[in-house]
């Protein structure tokens, strides 16, 4: 079985408190559910904070038996950067950068790339693609067609994960369903709203996601949302997505490919 866990981190934000105080409870989160990969988005690195070590590398430390990859997609002035990183338990075979065009007319200040990795896996090399998109329409509908043009190339198995700031009902997420990539939480939990972003002190938003192709759609076996608890104090504003995904010759329950889609197997 692999588990692969999706989180915006927040970057040195101290909305739900300061890094000192989430670091721990991301640390405790990583070591309570055991991940096999790790997206990470909102990554930091600030030079004066840790000897200039980006947050992920520090989450390794503190757990323990990770291989880090983190890219920068933004840097201040000052040497402060926020960008992407993967987390595995083995080396990737291969890091891939892609950067995201930004409009200079749009609301959204930020440079972003599309981080892929690709990864030893049982059923042949995995292609895990970390991406974290824009909050505002115009620029997440371009990033979406360039990282559809960027996978097409991409052989599978593949998934696509991350903060994408974009709402289900979304024409950004529309366009990268109807590329034939399977909303895992809507698959699997297609009654619960599956709400990944705090405000106002409640998860009121999903925009967090994991996206399968069909090949490893049929092997999910479930999702889940991955909460610290009640509180001001949080890992961070975003709940952690988790996925388990049959690896092997395990039977697992995994969803069924039909013709129309991905359904539930049938009771044995």
């Avoid at 055991?34 to 590398?57: H, K, N, W, Y």
Wanted: hydrophobic content about 40%; charged content about 25%; overall charge negative.
């Amino acid at each position: 079985m692999t588990r692969i866990l999706s989180l915006n981190l927040g970057g040195y934000g101290d909305r739900h408190g300061p890094w000192s105080a989430r670091r721990p409870l991301v640390a405790a989160m990583l070591a309570e559910q055991r991940p096999d990969l790790v997206a990470l988005q909102a990554v930091a690195r600030d030079p004066a904070i840790e000897g200039g070590s980006d947050q992920a590398s520090q989450l390794a430390r503190d757990v323990g038996g990770y291989e880090v990859v983190w890219r920068p997609a933004a840097a201040d002035t000052d040497g402060r950067e926020l960008g992407l990183a993967l987390l595995s338990r083995a080396p990737a075979l291969a890091v891939h950068v892609r950067p995201l065009t930004r409009r200079r007319d749009a609301d959204d200040p930020f440079d972003r790339v599309l981080l892929h990795g690709v990864f030893p896996w049982p059923r042949g090399p995995l292609h895990v693609l970390c991406a974290h998109l824009s909050w505002t329409e115009a620029q997440a509908r371009d990033n979406v067609g360039e990282v559809l043009g960027y996978l097409a190339a991409v052989p599978g198995p593949r998934l696509l994960l991350g903060d994408f700031n974009q709402t289900p009902t979304s024409d950004a997420l529309a366009r990268l369903l109807e590329a034939g990539l399977v909303d895992a939480w809507a698959a699997r939990c297609p009654d619960l709203p599956g709400h990944t972003f705090y405000e106002r002190g409640a998860l009121r938003k999903r925009i967090d996601y994991l996206l399968l192709d069909r090949q490893l759609a049929a092997r999910l076996c479930d999702v889940s949302l991955v909460l610290d608890g009640p509180g001001e104090r949080r890992a961070s504003d975003h709940a952690g997505l988790l996925a388990r995904l049959a690896s092997g010759d395990e039977r697992a329950d995994v969803m069924e490919s039909t013709d129309q889609g991905f359904r539930q197997p049938a009771p044995r």
